[in-house]
T-cell receptor
């Protein structure tokens, strides 16, 4: 069975500092991996996705993530935090059944706070 | 391009009642998935519809049911509401295959 573990339910950084949100997954088949962001009272917005190919994935708003199969990790980073990055971030995994996405399995989320 | 829209945005019901939540897919999308997000948790998969047929179901009881219509809009129905059904219900649409799912802003359901 697939699962996602996000280390740290709450991360706090200063504006301009590096953002690092951790995600580890388990999957018996090559997975698709995603990061979504959720602002208060809103749905989820896709930040980036990994399907196949290049393991370093660039997303919107300056975020990127690296797929490391040997570590079963897909950590999200941003070099310099901005106040507008404060939100909740969810890592998700999906089985790659012959290219079909299937349903998403989410981690419990990490709430990012950005201090001025 | 019209995004995923859900209605209503908020709803209050009492235990034992029934509720219907609605979702309009993003233009061109033929697959709809529903998720339940309890407070402080990540979304949990309820079920998915592809071209009007159920195409996968999570660990939810049969009192959670759904429909997808020819225009690919969808409904989530919940019977015999329980207090634990209080949550944000998210709808996501996609063009099947390996395309990412696009989420609506959700319906906040409160059970008294």
């Amino acid at each position: 069975a697939q699962s996602v573990t996000q280390l740290g339910s709450h991360v706090s950084v200063s504006e301009g500092a590096l953002v690092l949100l951790r995600c580890n997954y388990s999957s018996s088949v090559p997975p698709y991996l995603f990061w979504y962001v959720q602002y208060p009272n809103q749905g989820l917005q896709l930040l980036l996705k990994y399907t196949t190919g290049a393991t370093l994935v660039k997303g919107i708003n300056g975020f990127e993530a690296e797929f490391k199969k040997s570590e079963t990790s897909f950590h999200l980073t941003k070099p310099s935090a901005h106040m507008s990055d404060a939100a909740e971030y969810f890592c998700a995994v999906s089985p790659n059944y012959g290219g079909s996405q299937g349903n998403l399995i989410f981690g419990k989320g990490t709430k990012l706070s950005v201090k001025p | 391009e019209t995004g995923v829209t859900q209605s209503p945005t908020h709803l209050i019901k009492t235990r034992g009642q029934q509720v219907t939540l609605r979702c309009s897919s993003q233009s061109g999308h033929n697959t709809v998935s529903w998720y339940q997000q309890a407070l402080g948790q990540g979304p949990q998969f309820i079920f998915q519809y592809y071209r009007e047929e159920e195409n996968g179901r999570g660990n939810f009881p049969p009192r959670f049911s759904g429909l997808q219509f020819p225009n690919y809009s969808s409904e989530l129905n919940v019977n015999a509401l329980e207090l634990d059904d209080s949550a944000l219900y998210l709808c996501a649409s996609s063009w099947g295959g390996d395309q990412p799912q696009h989420f609506g802003d959700g319906t906040r359901l409160s059970i008294l």
